[in-house]
């Protein structure tokens, strides 16, 4: 029994740590995707650079990154918010989620 575990135990920790951090980066996806609709509606309301970052951070968490363009009478929000945890032994960094988010400027 003890060899057993001691072969299985690795790859039980492994598919859990995997398991762990596509939950999380599930949840760092929709962070995102709220943090950019958050971003573009607060530029479509022609508020400030100042609260539509802070929109977009107040919804996506500390790490969100925002960029707004203007096209015409639409704008743009393009939000990376960074998933909790590492990949480990199995990835260079940290991840992150991305979203984008398009809404026409209020008149």
Request: proline letters at 5%; charged letters at 15%.
């Amino acid at each position: 029994m003890t060899a057993e575990l001691a072969v299985a135990l690795p790859a039980v920790v492994v598919v859990l740590a995997l398991v762990l951090t596509v939950g999380a980066a599930s949840v760092a996806r929709l962070r995102a995707v709220d943090a950019a609709s958050a971003a573009a509606r607060s530029a479509a309301l022609h508020e400030d650079d100042a609260a539509q970052r802070a929109a977009a951070v107040r919804v996506g968490g500390a790490g969100t990154s925002v960029r707004v363009s203007h096209a015409g009478d639409w704008v743009v929000a393009d939000v990376e918010v960074p998933v909790v945890g590492r990949l480990g032994p199995f990835g260079s960094g940290p991840l992150r989620a991305t979203a984008h988010a398009v809404a026409r400027v209020e008149p």
